[in-house]
């Protein structure tokens, strides 16, 4: 089965920093697109960071220069390195994998997420 573990998340106060990882399994890694997601309290589900199977990658202009997202697809894994972190960064981060064959064929699979918390 299918199976995305998210860890790295915790406390950190703003301007600090915080690396979180997506371990995949059930999957042919290297075929997919992975992302990371964020849910703040109130807020909708928001796209952070994504990166192609080839490397390319997409953030959101909120994390554009703060946030890095990389890929080992030896180790099957996503990483996201958040620095300079803001309160608003808090919430729950999800991992995502994503591969679309044709417009009738796609496959979508996410973590349970982890929970990133700025404060002082």
């Known amino acids: 089965q299918v199976q995305l573990v998210e860890s790295g998340g915790g406390l950190v106060q703003p301007g600090g920093s915080l690396r979180i990882s997506c371990a995949a399994s059930g999957i042919i890694f290297s075929s997919y697109v992975m992302g990371w997601y964020r849910q703040a309290p109130g807020k909708q589900r928001e796209l952070v960071a994504s990166?192609?199977?080839?490397?390319?990658?997409n953030y959101a202009d909120s994390a554009k220069g703060r946030f890095t997202i990389s890929r080992d697809n030896a180790k099957n894994t996503v990483y996201l390195q958040m620095s300079s972190l803001k309160l608003e960064d808090t919430a729950v981060y999800y991992c995502?994998?994503?591969?679309?064959?044709?417009?009738?064929?796609?496959?979508?699979?996410w973590g349970q997420g982890t929970q990133v918390t700025v404060s002082s």
């Open positions: 995502n994998a994503k591969r679309i064959r044709s417009p009738v064929d796609w496959l979508n699979y």
């Open positions: 990166i192609t199977q080839g490397g390319t990658t």
